[in-house]
């Protein structure tokens, strides 16, 4: 078993609440992400959003919250 990390011993000592241990965290695969994401050449992407917390259509609802009138379109392809 893994031990707590300081910050779910900090919340659960002030927030009286347990947030569990925190994922493990890849490095090697985080490293190569930044690394694509600031090698875009076009300039087409424009931010990230996590998607482990409700899958992509949670996502992309959650980034059309920060500007007014700001949508997705996304295609859908079903596979036989």
Known sequence: ???RSS???ICQR???TDLGV???L???QEAALQSAARADPGHTIESAHDCSDGGLAVALAEASFVKPK???AVPYVERS
Do not use: S
């Open 1 to 3: 078993m893994r031990k």
């Open 7 to 9: 910050v779910v011993r």
């Open 14 to 16: 002030n927030y009286r």
């Open 22 to 24: 925190p994922p493990a």
């Open 26 to 28: 890849d490095l090697k």
């Open 70 to 72: 700001t949508g997705a």
